[in-house]
């Protein structure tokens, strides 16, 4: 009896010695479909953010209501997508980095909150250009940093174009967030 558990223990160290030597597993393997999940939330707020919010085209706004303030002309943001200017700033920290998040709020000062009502700057113009969207079909390659941070290469498509864009996913105390606003044209 004592030499059978000998042996069988003696084969469960060989299996564990060699299993030591296996090749190593790349960091996607780690990831739990949560995460690959969260990045691919952060991806498309990033571009929605970039093609309706603040570079390619704007919040709706009521013209009719404009009014002046300081020198400019504002009206009251009527987008359902945010009912608050600070719907808007709390959903652009969702995204990203603290740092970036006050960047883009410098930034992008066209949106204010004005007596109580969220509104847009109407002396500025959306800059055009084509809206690329996520390719849902496509897995994106995933590398972990040394910084603990991850990248991921997501194919982006408009229309029957597609394109390649990096994004960096930081991981903060509030969970992943994006590194910066990224323009995809």
């Given at each position: ?36 999940i ?58 990203y ?26 002396t ?6 084509k ?39 930081v ?10 606003l990224?323009?995809?044209?």
């Amino acid at each position: 009896m004592k030499r059978a558990v000998s042996f069988l223990s003696a084969i469960i160290m060989l299996f564990a010695f060699a299993s030591c030597g296996q090749q190593e597993i790349s960091p996607e393997t780690y990831l739990g479909e949560g995460t690959k999940i969260r990045f691919r939330m952060l991806v498309d707020a990033n571009q929605k953010l970039y093609n309706d919010v603040f570079v390619l085209d704007r919040l709706e706004c009521d013209e009719s209501k404009a009014f002046e303030k300081d020198g400019e002309r504002w009206a009251p943001v009527t987008d359902k997508s945010y009912s608050s200017y600070k719907m808007l700033e709390d959903h652009i920290k969702e995204v990203y980095t603290e740092e970036c998040a006050a960047k883009l709020l410098e930034d992008y000062d066209f949106y204010r909150e004005i007596d109580g009502v969220f509104c847009l700057r109407l002396t500025e113009t959306p800059g055009g250009g084509k809206k690329w969207a996520r390719d849902n079909t496509a897995e994106p390659r995933i590398t972990e940093n040394k910084d603990g941070s991850y990248t991921a290469v997501y194919r982006l498509v408009c229309e029957n174009k597609s394109m390649k864009e990096k994004f960096t996913f930081v991981r903060t105390d509030s969970g992943f967030r994006l590194d910066e606003l990224r323009a995809a044209d």
